[in-house]
């Protein structure tokens, strides 16, 4: 069986059982690793097993298999494990470029980041990079492009007139559904500004750009599963020095915005960032 993953260049198998990692620097309740390997238990789908940046095991757990449920974690958290092994940079946020410019949205789960830069992708001159983990490399700094499809909860489908019927939904307990990017970028481009979205209670839209050593907190808090890094020393070290190369270059916005806020209003504040 064939899975959706954005690396071509990792070995994917369906196994019967998982080897053992009997060096572990860290665990949790699902989760045990260090540096080159890593085992992840996701009850009733699968349990992963994930090597040296490009090997990755699944055992499945249901029968029949559940594909969408494994591709969900496996371009998710099983993405960003595979990125840290590599020691390459994954932020968790979705990315769009507009005329060479390279534009990443981060925040935590909910606050909009998958909406935004898919209604950014839609207008002319901006293209679409990735969904949910944007992966930067340094020298120059720049994002590369993680093919794949883009979350959208129900009700961002609707505002984008997408039929939910003909979608493929990620969970059948959850109104959330798989789609298309139309434009797509293909290479890197260089990372020129970063935007936090934040959730508040404010009635208005609010744009702060952060300066000296707050930048760096702001970033290094954007780190996909950054708790694995508890037991990759080796990764957290190559990030320090990364992250510190970011906030030299790099404008860091942070946009505030309410559950109410219109998508064509963030878009207006993000277009006059971007145009500044």
């Known amino acids: 069986m064939n899975f959706r993953f954005p690396l071509s260049d990792v070995n994917i198998q369906l196994v019967d059982s998982l080897p053992e990692i009997t060096d572990v620097k860290f665990r949790d309740q699902f989760t045990s690793l260090n540096q080159n390997e890593f085992k992840f238990h996701v009850p009733e789908i699968a349990d992963f ?3 040296k940046g490009n090997e990755i095991l699944i055992h499945a757990l249901s029968d029949p298999i559940n594909r969408n449920g494994i591709e969900l974690y496996l371009n998710g958290s099983i993405l960003g494990v ?21 534009l990443i949205i981060c925040g935590d789960s909910g606050s909009g980041k998958s909406t935004l830069s898919y209604a950014l992708s839609k207008l002319p001159e901006i293209d679409f990079i990735s969904d949910d983990v944007s992966l930067i490399t340094s020298d120059p700094i720049e994002i590369q492009p993680l093919p794949g499809r883009i979350k959208l909860w129900d009700d961002a489908m609707e505002s984008f007139n997408k039929p939910m019927k003909e979608a493929d939904q990620i969970r059948a307990d959850v109104p959330k559904y798989f789609i298309n ?19 508040t209670q404010d009635a208005n839209i609010s744009v702060k750009e952060i300066h000296g050593v707050d930048k760096f907190k702001v970033v290094w808090d954007e780190i996909y599963r950054k708790e694995y890094l508890n037991g990759m020393k080796q990764s957290e070290k190559e990030y320090f020095n990364l992250i510190t190369a970011i906030c030299d270059r790099v404008p860091i916005f942070i946009i ?21």
């Open 49 to 51: 097993y994930v090597q």
């Open 82 to 102: 595979v990125l840290h092994q590599r020691k390459a940079l994954p932020l968790h946020g979705s990315s769009v470029a507009f005329k060479e410019k390279g």
């Open 181 to 199: 990017p139309e434009n797509t970028v293909q290479s890197p481009i260089s990372l020129d500004i970063m935007l936090i979205l934040e959730l």
């Open 256 to 276: 505030k915005r309410n559950d109410e806020s219109k998508v064509e209003d963030l878009i207006e504040v993000v277009m006059g960032i971007i145009n500044s």
